[in-house]
């Protein structure tokens, strides 16, 4: 609209009683505005337009450029557009403020609308100086000089109270070697190592939850050790506990890299840094109102020091032979479908597989963790699946919990036992739930009662303790029932005439009968 237009919209309306308030929220303007007009008779405010019109504004000069890059990539924003011009005119002096007005006023001239897309999270408490670093993966698709695409991996990380960043570009997936160089070059760049360190469960670190008790990939848990790193690893599909690495990886990509073109890894790496520097961790947080740079100098004498650097030994790399994971979790392999656990799909688009004698082994990367192992199938159109890759839905964990509860004679001891166990591995309870009903189902219920009995004494609150127990019970009894063999009395031979007795042989019944019946079916 027009700013006369306005202007004569806010005499009407206060003509018939309108707040001036509630006028400056009909009209999308500010109050200060709407004061400044008002201050105005018509022939002023004519004036003052027709003077604003012709006003030389300070980024005029660059005016076409600008323009290029809004017409070329409407989605762009006044933030990226402020970079771009500092990238290229680094004495360039210029507010926020001013870019932004320049921006909007382009848009609104030349009719380039821009697409907003917004994305909440949740408030978290910042963490103490030197406690806290979050971590996290990214992709983008870039354009080349040929007007090729190319995919790039970057991994970020971000200290938790200064905002302080750092990120690391390969044309081509991470393996858990890479990720330990990152982590190096991380801690330089840093001065100095976080208390804690915060993932995503990416193949490359995180093996498996193991309900709770994670295991992580060999190389990687090597390093932790060597490092003494303290690691949290987030649940899946919960970007709400590492928030600060989402929005991080978010603005690398829609500043930094975002219709950047790209020639090299190396020029690209250097540019990043140089973003950084410049813009990541130069501007002002929207959230502390600092600058992450001037933050981080406080912050980094909290920090763990660096010791000497580490030596590798070299992985010795999986076949090269890929597979693509399809939309169920599955691959193709010999006109049969091989199971990955649930999620793959939505980490990856190919597996690296290597075949032996019987077995078919799945793997993330070239140097990465082992996804899978199965027995090779020799018919054709089977689904070959790993019951692990699955997980139990269909009940809620309160009705899961009152399901395994239900194989024990002492049920109130049971539900102790799982209650005690759900607070202590609250994130994990269907996965320990899971684990335990399992080692059940393969179990007598009097072992099953002596076990847990036996975990409830000891204050052990973990199915996998109660695994051990239960195996621990049965090799007793194995070796109890050994002894008692051992003592008893040599049996005398029959005598002639009761040869025919040692010729009589007593029915048999295979013993899946006496398995179903220990089972509970009738």
């Known amino acids: 609209m027009d700013k006369f237009e306005v202007y004569v919209d806010i005499r009407q309306l206060l003509n018939q009683g309108f707040s001036k308030a509630k006028i400056a929220k009909r009209l999308g303007i500010s109050r ?18 027709d003077s604003i019109q012709v006003r030389t504004k300070k980024l005029d000069p660059y005016k076409d450029m600008i323009l290029s890059w809004l017409k070329e990539n409407p989605d762009m924003s006044a933030a990226q557009v402020e970079d771009w011009l500092r990238e290229r005119y680094s004495s360039l002096e210029i507010s926020e403020s001013t870019v932004r007005g320049y921006v909007r006023k382009l848009r609104e001239d030349y009719d380039i609308p821009k697409e907003i897309r917004v994305r909440d999270y949740e408030a978290v408490p910042d963490m103490a100086m030197g406690e806290q670093t979050q971590v996290d993966f990214g992709e983008t698709i870039q354009e080349t000089p040929e007007k090729k695409k190319v995919k790039l991996y970057f991994i970020a990380f971000v200290l938790s109270h200064s905002r302080y960043k750092y990120v690391e570009w390969l044309d081509r997936p991470f393996t858990t070697r890479d990720l330990i160089n990152a982590h190096e070059n991380a801690f330089k760049w840093f001065e100095g190592i976080p208390h804690e360190m915060v993932y995503d469960q990416d193949s490359v670190i995180v093996v498996s939850e193991n309900g709770g008790n994670l295991i992580y990939t060999k190389e990687f848990e090597v390093y932790r050790q060597q490092r003494s790193l303290k690691i949290r690893v987030c649940r899946k599909a919960d970007p709400e506990s590492k928030g600060r690495i989402e929005n991080v990886v978010g603005y690398i990509k829609k500043n930094f890299a975002k219709h950047r073109i790209f020639t090299n890894i190396d020029r690209w790496n250097e540019d990043s840094w140089k973003w950084l520097n410049r813009t990541g961790n130069y501007k002002i947080h929207h959230t502390t109102k600092k600058r992450p740079v001037e933050v981080f100098q406080e912050e980094k004498h909290h920090l763990r020091p660096v010791p000497n650097p580490l030596e590798f030994s070299n992985v010795k790399p999986v076949s090269s032979i890929t597979r693509t994971v399809r939309r169920d979790n599955t691959i193709r392999y010999l006109s049969n479908r091989y199971s990955v656990p649930l999620g793959t799909f939505n980490k990856q688009e190919e597996v690296y597989i290597q075949r032996t004698e019987e077995h078919l082994l799945i793997y993330a990367s070239v140097n990465g ?17 790993d019951r692990q890759h699955t997980r139990d839905r269909s009940k809620g964990i309160d009705a899961y919990m009152d399901t395994v509860a239900s194989y024990f004679t002492d049920l109130p001891l049971a539900q102790y036992f799982l209650e005690e166990i759900r607070d202590r591995y609250p994130r994990y309870i269907r996965d320990q739930l899971q684990i335990i009903m399992n080692q059940l189902k393969k179990t007598p219920q009097e072992i099953s009662n002596h076990a847990l009995k036996g975990c409830v004494d000891k204050r052990l609150f973990c199915a996998t303790d109660f695994v051990d127990m239960v195996q621990h019970i049965k090799q007793q009894r194995q070796i109890n029932v050994t002894d008692v063999r051992n003592d008893e009395v040599k049996i005398q031979p029959f005598h002639g005439q009761n040869e025919f007795i ?5 029915q048999k019944r295979d013993v899946n009968e006496y398995i179903a019946v220990l089972e509970g079916e009738k």
């Open 32 to 49: 200060p505005t709407l004061y400044r007009y008002l201050q105005k008779d018509p022939k002023e405010m004519a004036d003052w337009i």
């Open 369 to 385: 963790p082992l996804l899978a192992k199965h027995k090779i199938c020799h018919g054709k159109g089977q689904l070959i699946q």
């Open 502 to 506: 040692t010729q009589t042989y007593a």
